[in-house]
């Protein structure tokens, strides 16, 4: 069974709660990625900041990213989910809360990796693609 951390990406990529959105916008970019973790002057995750947090936090509400602070647009509290959840879970999770990114937690609750549907997709395609050899030989 596949599991979080087999699929996760591993790579941290955060801002502080105090950035501004359009450092956070120049980081999103920069990374390609769609969503960076909040984290606190202590490195504690506390939210997660989403191109849809930008859409309907900044740009739907005509806040200037230059002026906002990432901590009055961020989504929190921040849900995660276990490197050890399968991918099921992980499905289930972000389907019922409208989400494509989660952070994932190791047992610790420390924050380890992000996960995102991209990487949820890719996964349940090959693991379909696998039985559809299997079925073949």
Known sequence: MTI???????????IGQDKL????????????????AVTDSGGKL???FSER???KRVVGKNQDPKKTSIKSVM??????????????EAM????????????????????VGMLGIREVATSLA???IDLLMEGKN
């Open 4 to 14: 979080v951390k087999d699929i996760m990406n591993s790579q941290i990529f955060s």
């Open 21 to 36: 959105v359009i450092d956070a916008v120049q980081e999103l970019i920069s990374r390609n990625v769609g969503a960076l």
């Open 46 to 48: 506390i939210g997660i």
């Open 53 to 55: 947090d930008l859409l």
């Open 75 to 88: 989504s929190s509290p921040v849900m995660t989910i276990p490197d050890e959840a399968s991918i099921g």
């Open 92 to 111: 289930v999770k972000m389907s019922d809360n409208h989400i494509r990114h989660l952070p994932v937690v190791n047992a610790k609750a420390a924050f």
């Open 126 to 128: 090959q693991i379909q």
